[in-house]
């Protein structure tokens, strides 16, 4: 079946203005994840989405950071502002449920970057 | 804070050259850790979890271990397609949701 797909693949934009990254996870998944991977670090642990409960958000950075899952499926996350040292590549990943999060399918994943 | 350290960075073999990779930890109750493989332009895919000191897990060319502190993971006889970056990752807060990842071991296997 399709995996979790993610657009744009590729964003450049100019420092200051607003991006969406869109992630369609697998169908039937109830938990959705973004992650943020700077280069010569880790994956980064932003924000987390387990069905109709209230997103953890433990993890955004900043508050020009947000995220909005809609219909329980697809998600935004949107940065406003933006600054360059939000280039990064961010990562969507979805599972069954929070219990089985440990198998989290990836996207491919939106390369942005801020000039 | 929990902390997942991997080494080498970066390790070049030959085809058909065994070797291993290491991932060591600080966490405080460790209830798992988790091993991915990332290829170039991708997101990762996962490979294995493991729960407990001892326990061993293997796929392919690949096994898996894990004791107290650390965790490896063996490449037997490896071949070109096994190039990879391999990003271990253990899970923080009450649940498995949060995953801090290591920065991964960038894996090239020379014909």
């Known amino acids: 079946g399709a995996g979790v797909s ?4 590729n964003k450049v934009t100019e420092k200051g203005k607003d991006v969406e990254l869109r992630c369609d996870p697998i169908s039937g998944h109830t938990a959705l994840y973004w992650y943020r991977q700077s280069l010569g670090q880790g994956l980064e642990f ?14 955004l950075p900043s508050d020009r950071f947000s995220a909005e ?6 998600s935004t996350l949107t940065i406003q502002r933006t600054q360059q040292e939000d280039s990064a590549v961010y990562l969507c990943a979805s599972s069954f449920s929070a219990a089985d999060s440990y198998e989290q399918y990836f996207g491919p994943g939106t390369r942005l970057t801020v000039t | 804070e929990d902390q997942v350290t991997q080494s080498p960075e970066a390790l070049r073999l030959q085809e058909g050259e065994s070797s291993s990779l290491n991932c060591s930890y600080t966490v405080s109750g460790l209830r798992g850790l988790f091993w991915y493989r990332q290829d170039p332009g ?9 729960y407990s000191a001892g326990e061993e897990k293997e796929k392919e060319r690949l096994k898996a271990t894990l004791t107290k502190k650390e965790s490896f993971l ?8 096994d190039s990879a970056t391999y990003l271990c990752a253990v899970p923080r807060g009450f649940g498995n949701e949060k995953l801090t990842f290591g920065t991964g071991t960038r894996l090239t296997i020379i014909p």
């Open chain 1, 6 to 9: 993610q657009s744009p693949s």
């Open chain 1, 46 to 59: 932003l924000i987390y989405f387990q069905g109709n409960s209230a997103p953890d958000k433990s993890g």
């Open chain 1, 69 to 74: 899952r809609t219909g329980g499926s697809v």
């Open chain 2, 42 to 50: 991708k997101g990762p895919e996962f490979l294995f979890t493991l």
């Open chain 2, 74 to 81: 063996h490449i037997t006889a490896p071949k070109p397609e």
